[in-house]
Protein backbone atom coordinates (compact mmCIF):
# COMPACT_ATOMS: atom_id res chain seq x y z
CA UNK A 1 0.00 0.00 0.00
CA UNK A 2 1.87 3.64 -1.03
CA UNK A 3 2.34 5.52 2.00
CA UNK A 4 0.88 9.14 2.69
CA UNK A 5 2.62 11.57 -0.72
CA UNK A 6 3.28 15.15 -0.47
CA UNK A 7 4.03 17.70 -3.15
CA UNK A 8 6.08 19.60 -4.09
CA UNK A 9 8.87 18.76 -1.62
CA UNK A 10 10.50 21.96 -1.72
CA UNK A 11 9.02 24.98 -2.32
CA UNK A 12 10.81 28.74 -2.49
CA UNK A 13 8.72 31.72 -2.62
CA UNK A 14 8.96 35.14 -1.63
CA UNK A 15 6.82 37.75 0.58
CA UNK A 16 4.16 38.43 -0.45
CA UNK A 17 3.08 35.35 -2.96
CA UNK A 18 0.59 32.41 -2.15
CA UNK A 19 1.35 29.16 -1.80
CA UNK A 20 -0.76 25.60 -2.39
CA UNK A 21 0.47 22.17 -1.22
CA UNK A 22 -1.02 19.07 -2.14
CA UNK A 23 -1.17 15.97 0.14
CA UNK A 24 -2.45 12.41 -1.36
CA UNK A 25 -3.33 10.08 1.92
CA UNK A 26 -2.77 6.27 1.81
CA UNK A 27 -5.52 4.82 -0.06
CA UNK A 28 -8.64 4.01 1.82
CA UNK A 29 -8.16 7.22 4.47
CA UNK A 30 -10.79 9.60 4.84
CA UNK A 31 -9.01 11.87 7.81
CA UNK A 32 -6.11 14.71 6.64
CA UNK A 33 -4.21 16.71 9.01
CA UNK A 34 -1.90 19.33 7.93
CA UNK A 35 0.89 20.33 11.03
CA UNK A 36 3.60 23.31 10.50
CA UNK A 37 6.79 22.24 11.97
CA UNK A 38 9.59 24.35 13.12
CA UNK A 39 12.84 24.46 14.73
CA UNK A 40 11.52 26.05 17.81
CA UNK A 41 7.55 25.57 17.57
CA UNK A 42 7.89 21.47 17.26
CA UNK A 43 4.57 20.63 15.00
CA UNK A 44 1.90 22.89 15.45
CA UNK A 45 -1.78 21.68 14.32
CA UNK A 46 -3.39 23.42 11.53
CA UNK A 47 -6.47 21.89 10.75
CA UNK A 48 -8.37 18.28 10.17
CA UNK A 49 -10.26 17.14 7.56
CA UNK A 50 -12.39 14.48 7.60
CA UNK A 51 -15.08 12.62 4.44
CA UNK A 52 -14.59 16.52 2.89
CA UNK A 53 -15.62 18.17 6.44
CA UNK A 54 -13.21 20.48 8.18
CA UNK A 55 -13.50 18.78 11.79
CA UNK A 56 -10.79 20.73 13.56
CA UNK A 57 -8.97 23.88 13.25
CA UNK A 58 -5.36 24.98 15.33
CA UNK A 59 -5.11 28.67 16.10
CA UNK A 60 -3.44 30.08 12.67
CA UNK A 61 -4.46 32.91 11.36
CA UNK A 62 -6.85 32.79 7.90
CA UNK A 63 -3.82 33.41 5.78
CA UNK A 64 -3.81 29.47 6.30
CA UNK A 65 -6.59 27.37 4.79
CA UNK A 66 -7.04 23.98 3.14
CA UNK A 67 -9.91 21.61 1.40
CA UNK A 68 -10.41 18.00 1.09
CA UNK A 69 -11.62 16.45 -2.36
CA UNK A 70 -14.14 13.30 -2.94
CA UNK A 71 -10.75 10.89 -3.10
CA UNK A 72 -9.57 12.39 -0.21
CA UNK A 73 -6.54 14.74 -0.97
CA UNK A 74 -6.46 17.69 0.25
CA UNK A 75 -4.48 21.08 0.11
CA UNK A 76 -3.69 24.00 2.13
CA UNK A 77 -3.39 27.37 0.77
CA UNK A 78 -0.70 30.03 2.51
CA UNK A 79 -1.80 33.88 1.18
CA UNK A 80 0.04 36.34 1.74
CA UNK A 81 3.18 34.62 2.62
CA UNK A 82 5.75 35.55 5.40
CA UNK A 83 9.15 35.76 6.32
CA UNK A 84 7.78 33.25 8.96
CA UNK A 85 6.37 30.78 7.31
CA UNK A 86 9.40 29.25 6.35
CA UNK A 87 9.10 25.80 7.89
CA UNK A 88 8.17 21.95 7.16
CA UNK A 89 4.42 21.34 6.26
CA UNK A 90 3.35 17.82 7.24
CA UNK A 91 0.36 15.96 6.21
CA UNK A 92 -0.72 13.07 7.64
CA UNK A 93 -3.91 10.54 6.97
CA UNK A 94 -5.74 8.29 9.13
CA UNK A 95 -8.80 5.68 8.66
CA UNK A 96 -10.70 7.57 11.41
CA UNK A 97 -10.85 10.94 13.03
CA UNK A 98 -6.82 11.49 14.28
CA UNK A 99 -8.37 11.55 17.83
CA UNK A 100 -8.78 7.84 17.70
CA UNK A 101 -6.33 6.84 15.19
CA UNK A 102 -2.98 6.35 14.17
CA UNK A 103 -1.30 9.12 11.92
CA UNK A 104 0.40 8.33 8.93
CA UNK A 105 2.94 11.32 8.15
CA UNK A 106 4.18 11.79 4.53
CA UNK A 107 7.63 13.00 4.08
CA UNK A 108 6.72 17.06 4.16
CA UNK A 109 6.59 20.22 2.12
CA UNK A 110 9.86 22.49 2.82
CA UNK A 111 8.60 26.29 2.06
CA UNK A 112 11.34 28.28 2.05
CA UNK A 113 9.90 32.42 2.02
CA UNK A 114 12.37 34.72 1.24
CA UNK B 1 -7.71 25.12 26.51
CA UNK B 2 -5.88 21.17 26.31
CA UNK B 3 -2.22 22.15 27.02
CA UNK B 4 0.56 19.31 26.81
CA UNK B 5 4.09 19.69 28.37
CA UNK B 6 6.45 17.28 27.17
CA UNK B 7 10.13 17.24 29.53
CA UNK B 8 13.20 17.35 29.07
CA UNK B 9 13.53 19.15 25.85
CA UNK B 10 16.82 17.48 25.24
CA UNK B 11 18.66 14.59 26.36
CA UNK B 12 22.35 13.50 26.39
CA UNK B 13 22.77 9.89 27.04
CA UNK B 14 26.12 7.50 26.40
CA UNK B 15 25.18 4.35 24.42
CA UNK B 16 23.71 1.80 26.88
CA UNK B 17 21.98 4.50 29.47
CA UNK B 18 18.15 4.51 29.93
CA UNK B 19 16.33 7.33 28.88
CA UNK B 20 12.53 8.30 30.02
CA UNK B 21 10.41 11.31 28.72
CA UNK B 22 6.99 12.16 30.39
CA UNK B 23 4.48 13.48 28.80
CA UNK B 24 1.72 15.85 30.70
CA UNK B 25 -1.57 17.41 30.30
CA UNK B 26 -4.28 19.51 31.88
CA UNK B 27 -7.05 17.36 31.21
CA UNK B 28 -8.08 14.34 30.85
CA UNK B 29 -6.99 12.19 27.79
CA UNK B 30 -9.38 10.25 25.64
CA UNK B 31 -5.55 8.33 24.59
CA UNK B 32 -2.31 9.13 23.89
CA UNK B 33 0.08 8.31 20.85
CA UNK B 34 3.70 8.46 20.94
CA UNK B 35 5.76 8.99 17.76
CA UNK B 36 9.32 9.16 16.75
CA UNK B 37 10.76 11.02 13.87
CA UNK B 38 14.63 10.44 12.87
CA UNK B 39 16.75 13.67 12.14
CA UNK B 40 15.35 14.77 8.48
CA UNK B 41 12.60 12.62 8.36
CA UNK B 42 8.96 12.89 9.29
CA UNK B 43 6.73 11.39 12.67
CA UNK B 44 6.24 7.79 12.78
CA UNK B 45 3.75 6.12 15.31
CA UNK B 46 4.98 4.11 17.96
CA UNK B 47 1.99 3.67 20.22
CA UNK B 48 -1.00 4.50 21.35
CA UNK B 49 -2.52 4.00 25.03
CA UNK B 50 -6.43 4.51 25.53
CA UNK B 51 -6.95 2.80 29.30
CA UNK B 52 -6.17 4.51 32.97
CA UNK B 53 -2.57 2.70 33.85
CA UNK B 54 -1.85 1.26 30.60
CA UNK B 55 1.68 -0.06 29.86
CA UNK B 56 3.11 -1.73 26.81
CA UNK B 57 6.25 -2.89 26.21
CA UNK B 58 8.04 -2.77 22.40
CA UNK B 59 11.41 -4.50 22.83
CA UNK B 60 13.32 -1.76 24.85
CA UNK B 61 10.81 0.91 24.92
CA UNK B 62 8.53 0.54 27.36
CA UNK B 63 5.00 3.26 27.42
CA UNK B 64 3.15 4.18 30.64
CA UNK B 65 -0.69 5.87 30.96
CA UNK B 66 -1.61 7.27 33.88
CA UNK B 67 -3.93 6.01 36.45
CA UNK B 68 -6.15 9.40 35.99
CA UNK B 69 -4.98 9.73 31.97
CA UNK B 70 -3.39 13.18 32.45
CA UNK B 71 0.29 11.54 32.12
CA UNK B 72 2.34 9.24 29.96
CA UNK B 73 6.13 8.12 29.96
CA UNK B 74 8.06 6.77 27.31
CA UNK B 75 10.95 4.65 28.48
CA UNK B 76 14.26 3.37 26.78
CA UNK B 77 15.64 0.86 28.10
CA UNK B 78 19.80 0.43 27.44
CA UNK B 79 19.89 3.00 24.43
CA UNK B 80 21.39 2.51 21.39
CA UNK B 81 22.46 5.18 18.48
CA UNK B 82 19.70 3.94 16.58
CA UNK B 83 17.19 5.35 18.68
CA UNK B 84 18.35 8.84 18.09
CA UNK B 85 16.31 11.33 16.85
CA UNK B 86 12.73 13.04 18.39
CA UNK B 87 10.16 11.75 20.53
CA UNK B 88 6.70 13.05 20.70
CA UNK B 89 3.28 12.79 22.45
CA UNK B 90 0.55 13.15 20.72
CA UNK B 91 -2.65 13.61 22.78
CA UNK B 92 -6.23 13.79 22.30
CA UNK B 93 -8.74 15.48 24.80
CA UNK B 94 -11.85 14.45 25.31
CA UNK B 95 -13.38 18.35 25.11
CA UNK B 96 -12.71 20.60 23.08
CA UNK B 97 -13.66 18.66 19.03
CA UNK B 98 -11.44 16.01 20.34
CA UNK B 99 -8.01 17.79 18.81
CA UNK B 100 -5.15 16.02 18.70
CA UNK B 101 -2.24 17.70 20.09
CA UNK B 102 1.32 17.41 19.92
CA UNK B 103 4.05 17.76 22.51
CA UNK B 104 7.09 19.72 22.18
CA UNK B 105 8.98 16.51 22.18
CA UNK B 106 12.22 14.81 23.28
CA UNK B 107 15.50 15.14 21.14
CA UNK B 108 17.61 12.01 22.26
CA UNK B 109 21.23 12.04 21.75
CA UNK B 110 22.95 8.80 22.35
CA UNK B 111 26.83 9.18 22.08
CA UNK B 112 28.19 5.89 21.11
Known sequence: KAGVTQTPRYLIKTRGQQVTLSCSPISGHRSVSWYQQTPGQGLQFLFEYFSETQRNKGNFPGRFSGRQFSNSRSEMNVSTLELGDSALYLCASSFLPTSTDTQYFGP?????VL | GQQVM?????????EGEDFTTYCNSSTTLSNIQWYKQRPGGHPVFLI???KSGEVKKQKRLTFQFGEAKKNSSLHITATQTTDVGTYFCAA???TGGFKTIFGAGTRLFVKA
Open chain 1, 108 to 112: GTRLT
Open chain 2, 6 to 14: QIPQYQHVQ
Open chain 2, 92 to 94: AGT
Open chain 2, 48 to 50: QLV
